[in-house]
């Protein structure tokens, strides 16, 4: 997101200076500390330095906007097709803050600060009109010649042919308003255009680790349609955070898991992602796939994690959780605009990006040095297991899930890994 207004230039400047810090020597000791493994270490500087470029270019781009009030550049013009861009370009290049504005068009400052947010979308022509006079912008429009042939309608969505069960579901759940009696052209039809609306809400096609470069099947049809709804539901409950994600704070991480000890651990770290500017979306997969989780990025740069719930089970939500804000805080600025899809977790993947979210989820949940060295690693017993957990002030299914996972034996401990603690959570409460 640019930088568009002097109270998120302030912001800016500070999380640059948080992120060289982190980048520095200090930077390299929080690293030890923290008991991050190298590859998860080296993802995370290149994710600092990718992040702090971007603001560093932000700030100049800022900086040079508020500096251009030579009668010659202003003569220049603006270059922007964005026409509520414009106006909030125009402003900066006046010099004026959102309060001055507001002021001069005889409106709250709340008001100015609304339209900015949405880019001017609701915004009357005639208050549109009066805006661009009060910041001395004029628009010239033309008439270019015109060829229905290159400018044709807007076409149809390409139609997606759903699979009929997974079609019923979808009707089920009331995702997209399907006619009983409508059919099967009409309700693909309406179901690409509702793919295609939650497509705008990101940058790109996620990478699915299952079947990268693969042609889409049910599977894949099914997937996009659950990417849809996650990133949707994700847009809406868009006010409802009360913070913003700031990639070189991950100290908090640990006491995310400590939220684990409690019997609605999973409810807490939904609230406490959102106070860290991350929002958790629950949505059960759709039939045919076996999708765990998802990590991805609104247009407004929000991480956001889909969890499916596919296994109602207390260790596999901390994993799949922790796998999946590897990803945010790993790969923030060189994949997560796109997004990842990740199903069957509790199998091996070799992809890097993938290696370095299941080291990352790992780590944070038991650092490789204190669990190496834990008679807990070879335990037999519960008491083992739990004892241990206690003293890590973690939930004993984190444990058990590590053990099952370390010795490929899901057999064992099952009455540890917290089955059926998960789900109705969140699905009872309509989440």
């Given at each position: 997101?640019?930088?568009?207004?002097?109270?998120?230039?302030?912001?800016?400047?500070?999380?640059?200076?948080?992120?060289?810090?982190?980048?520095?020597?200090?930077?390299?000791?929080?690293?030890?500390?923290?008991?991050?493994?190298?590859?998860?270490?080296?993802?995370?500087?290149?994710a600092l330095r990718a992040e702090l470029?971007?603001?560093?270019?932000?700030?100049?781009?800022?900086e040079k906007l508020r500096g251009n009030?030579?009668?010659?550049?202003?003569?220049?013009?603006?270059?922007?097709?964005?026409?509520?861009?414009?106006?909030?370009?125009?402003?900066?290049?006046?010099?004026?803050?959102?309060?001055?504005?507001?002021?001069?068009?005889?409106?709250?400052?709340?008001?100015?600060?609304?339209?900015?947010?949405?880019?001017?979308?609701?915004?009357?022509?005639?208050?549109?009109?009066?805006?661009?006079?009060?910041?001395?912008?004029?628009?010239?429009?033309?008439?270019?010649?015109?060829?229905?042939?290159?400018?044709?309608?807007?076409?149809?969505?390409?139609?997606?042919?759903?699979?009929?069960?997974?079609?019923?579901?979808?009707?089920?759940?009331?995702?997209?308003?399907?006619?009983?009696?409508?059919?099967?052209?009409?309700?693909?039809?309406?179901?690409?255009?509702?793919?295609?609306?939650?497509?705008?809400?990101?940058?790109?096609?996620?990478?699915?680790?299952?079947?990268?470069?693969?042609?889409?099947?049910?599977?894949?049809?099914?997937?996009?349609?659950?990417?849809?709804?996650?990133?949707?539901?994700?847009?809406?409950?868009?006010?409802?955070?009360?913070?913003?994600?700031?990639?070189?704070?991950?100290?908090?991480?640990?006491?995310?898991?400590?939220?684990?000890?409690?019997?609605?651990?999973?409810?807490?770290?939904?609230?406490?992602?959102?106070?860290?500017?991350?929002?958790?979306?629950?949505?059960?997969?759709?039939?045919?796939?076996?999708?765990?989780?998802?990590?991805?990025?609104?247009?407004?740069?929000?991480?956001?994690?889909?969890?499916?719930?596919?296994?109602?089970?207390?260790?596999?939500?901390?994993?799949?959780?922790?796998?999946?804000?590897?990803?945010?805080?790993?790969?923030?600025?060189?994949?997560?605009?796109?997004?990842?899809?990740?199903?069957?977790?509790?199998?091996?993947?070799?992809?890097?990006?993938?290696?370095?979210?299941?080291?990352?989820?790992?780590?944070?949940?038991?650092?490789?040095?204190?669990?190496?060295?834990?008679?807990?690693?070879?335990?037999?017993?519960?008491?083992?297991?739990?004892?241990?957990?206690?003293?890590?002030?973690?939930?004993?299914?984190?444990?058990?899930?590590?053990?099952?996972?370390?010795?490929?034996?899901?057999?064992?401990?099952?009455?540890?890994?917290?089955?059926?603690?998960?789900?109705?959570?969140?699905?009872?409460?309509?989440?």
């Open positions: 997101m640019p930088i568009l207004n002097h109270r998120d230039y302030r912001t800016a400047r500070a999380q640059i200076a948080h992120l060289t810090r982190a980048l520095g020597p200090d930077g390299v000791i929080a690293n030890i500390t923290a008991h991050l493994p190298a590859d998860v270490a080296a993802a995370r500087q290149q470029e971007r603001l560093q270019a932000d700030l100049a781009a800022y009030q030579s009668e010659a550049e202003a003569d220049a013009g603006l270059d922007v097709d964005d026409l509520g861009l414009l106006l909030i370009i125009g402003r900066i290049a006046r010099r004026l803050s959102q309060r001055e504005l507001a002021e001069r068009l005889e409106m709250k400052e709340q008001q100015v600060q609304r339209y900015e947010h949405e880019r001017y979308a609701g915004i009357s022509l005639a208050r549109y009109q009066r805006t661009l006079e009060v910041l001395g912008i004029e628009l010239q429009p033309r008439l270019l010649p015109w060829d229905e042939s290159v400018h044709p309608r807007r076409a149809e969505p390409t139609l997606i042919e759903i699979p009929a069960d997974v079609l019923g579901e979808i009707r089920k759940r009331g995702w997209v308003d399907l006619p009983a009696r409508s059919g099967r052209d009409e309700a693909s039809r309406r179901i690409a255009l509702y793919i295609e609306e939650g497509a705008q809400l990101a940058k790109g096609k996620p990478f699915h680790r299952k079947s990268a470069g693969a042609k889409p099947d049910e599977a894949e049809k099914a997937l996009m349609a659950w990417r849809a709804r996650v990133l949707r539901t994700a847009a809406e409950q868009r006010g409802q955070m009360k913070g913003k994600f700031n990639i070189a704070d991950s100290g908090w991480v640990k006491n995310l898991i400590a939220l684990s000890i409690y019997p609605d651990g999973p409810l807490r770290a939904a609230e406490m992602l959102r106070s860290k500017g991350i929002l958790l979306v629950i949505e059960p997969q759709l039939l045919h796939t076996l999708l765990d989780g998802a990590a991805l990025l609104l247009l407004d740069a929000v991480p956001v994690i889909g969890l499916t719930l596919r296994h109602d089970r207390l260790d596999n939500f901390w994993y799949t959780l922790l796998h999946e804000l590897g990803h945010v805080f790993l790969h923030f600025n060189h994949g997560l605009e796109v997004g990842f899809l990740d199903d069957d977790l509790e199998g091996s993947s070799t992809e890097k990006a993938e290696m370095e979210a299941d080291s990352f989820a790992q780590s944070q949940l038991l650092p490789d040095e204190i669990w190496n060295v834990s008679p807990a690693r070879f335990a037999k017993s519960a008491a083992l297991i739990s004892s241990f957990a206690q003293s890590r002030n973690i939930h004993p299914a984190i444990v058990a899930g590590r053990i099952r996972k370390d010795r490929n034996d899901y057999r064992i401990f099952s009455d540890l890994v917290g089955r059926g603690q998960v789900r109705h959570l969140f699905l009872d409460r309509g989440a």
